[in-house]
């Protein structure tokens, strides 16, 4: 009976350790969108006021930035001015950094690429080199891309779970996502050669 109550007293300390540690994690996300694209230019819109809209719902306000750059508004247009700004941002070893593109996408030589407003092109491979210098606790490139060249809008909605930020925290889905793993991660929203 004594050595169960030692193994969950340690479980606890270690949950507790855990979860303390979770608190102190900021999340620091940079948002990229193609809003002056004449054919994607209005979804691109509608995430950028989703995903702020999202965030805001759902993190404490003291407990995460949030950078949007748009394409419309001349916030960046090559792949150099991209790199640059996830080369700026800093983010402190223990937090999370996301990189949210959406925009046109495709693939050249077999290398996926997200498509710049100046005609250019941003692998892939060249974007997680750059994140990966972060050097933080846990980095996300999340792109809303094709993995071919095409012209297209399309929009989804979801109903939202009730939550309340304020008197509830940072919802459990985000701490999910955000903070409870290690590493490099980059997702795109379509598999290799076919539409977003």
């Avoid at 700004?85 to 593109?101: C, E, I, N, Q, S």
């Avoid at 939550?163 to 598999?191: C, I, K, R, Y």
Wanted: aromatic share 8%; proline share 4%; net charge negative.
């Amino acid at each position: 009976m004594r050595l169960n109550q030692t193994v969950l007293a340690w479980l606890v300390l270690l949950l507790a350790a855990s979860r303390t540690s979770a608190l102190g994690q900021d999340i620091h996300f940079l948002l990229f969108a193609d809003t002056g694209d004449a054919s994607l230019g209005r979804c691109c819109s509608i995430t950028v006021q989703g995903v702020s809209d999202t965030l805001s719902d759902l993190i404490p306000p003291q407990r995460y930035t949030l950078r949007i750059f748009e394409s419309g508004r001349r916030d960046y247009n090559s792949a150099e001015s991209v790199l640059r700004a996830v080369r700026d941002v800093h983010v402190p070893r223990g937090d999370t950094f996301v990189l949210f593109y959406h925009g046109h996408g495709g693939s050249f030589g077999g290398r996926h690429f997200l498509h710049m407003p100046n005609n250019g092109r941003l692998f892939s491979d060249d974007l997680k080199v750059t994140v990966r210098a972060k050097s933080c606790r846990l980095a996300i490139i999340m792109s809303c891309s094709c993995n071919v060249p095409i012209r297209g809008v399309g929009e989804a909605d979801a109903a939202a779970e009730e939550w309340n930020v304020t008197t509830q925290g940072m919802a459990p889905v985000m701490e999910e996502l955000f903070l409870n793993h290690t590493g490099l991660d980059h997702t795109n929203s379509s598999w290799p050669n076919q539409n977003a």
